[in-house]
């Protein structure tokens, strides 16, 4: 009889370290899901683009342009160019070595500087750095 309670206690010890350890990966599995991943580079693949249409307006390649620098516009263009390289590590392999907390930080921390740079850089910038964020929260809410 004392070697029947000690098997099922044994037992019943060596079922919860599993389950835990079970739920563990689990929760890292759901951490780790390319999906998350996904959604940091196509956000980030968003807001290149975004980039990509300020610098148009700045080389005057798009026909009714909303970008109208208040900097020298090579200072800007190098400040954009630096985004976009900031940016594009998101949509990279190498992102995925990150933790998702760190990735949302890091892209952030981008955001907000570039909002600041917005602001101060353009006409208009406080309205167009307010629509851009308005834009992420939406795309952020809905992911």
Known sequence: MGGLVSVVLVGSVVAYIMYQNINSVTKNIEKKSPKVYDFFASLAGAAIEYIKDI????????????????????????????????LAFYETVLAKKKTV??????????????????????KDGEKKAENLRESLQKIYQNR
């Open 55 to 86: 610098k148009r307006d700045l080389n005057n390649k798009r026909e009714n342009p909303e970008f109208f620098a208040t900097i020298e516009k090579d200072e800007a263009l190098k400040e954009l160019d630096d985004y976009i390289r900031k």
């Open 101 to 122: 907390e760190d990735i949302e930080k890091e892209i952030a921390e981008v955001f907000i500087n570039f909002d600041s740079f917005l602001s101060r850089s353009f």
